[in-house]
């Protein structure tokens, strides 16, 4: 069976500095007419970057949901960026550390109505670099244990989705 959904229609209702808001014409392959909502994302990237037997995190408040999360280092990919140059660059900006970098997994993370994709990638070769975060952006670093990193992930603690996948992968490849 042909599962496509073919748009019909785009219809923008807001453009953003971040994302984009959709409500789209689209036709089911039954041929019947329905809407979907898509927030349009440019992506991110993300680094799993372990050393030793340490895992570094960052931890910081996330707007949305009003709390401190744990997380590997990420960010928005700007516009036509290569996600393996944005990596390097967020890997970088939020910890101060350099590395090659190997891709890991690409993520789907709301693929329910977002198109926004997040490139992770594991750090190899891992080197000091100059630490310089975005000056609207306030984290600390966190270097701990990859197994205490597991268990946390195991009991809730860390939630953020990216974060899981990576670690997860990683442990089991």
């Not at 349009?40 to 970057?49: I, M, R």
């Amino acid at each position: 069976m042909d599962l496509e959904e073919k748009t019909v229609r785009k219809n923008y209702i807001y453009k953003g500095k971040i994302v984009n808001l959709r409500c789209d014409d689209a036709e089911l392959p039954n041929g019947d007419l329905c809407k979907r909502e898509i927030v349009e994302h440019p992506g991110g990237a993300a680094v799993l970057c372990v050393e030793g037997e340490n895992v570094v995190l960052v931890r910081q408040f996330r707007y949305a949901y009003k709390e401190e999360l744990l997380e590997i280092p990420a960010g928005k990919l700007n516009f036509g960026e290569d996600p393996s140059a944005a990596a390097k660059r967020e890997l970088e900006e939020e910890t101060g550390l350099v590395a090659d970098l190997v891709p890991l997994t690409v993520l789907y993370p709301t693929p329910g109505y977002s198109n926004e994709k997040i490139y992770i990638y594991e750090a190899k070769n891992i080197r000091r670099g100059t630490r310089h975060p975005d000056e609207d952006e306030f984290l600390d670093v966190v270097k701990m244990p990859l197994e205490e990193a597991l268990r946390l992930v195991k009991s809730g603690a860390i939630r953020d989705a990216k974060t899981i996948a990576a670690l997860l992968l990683y442990k089991n490849k």
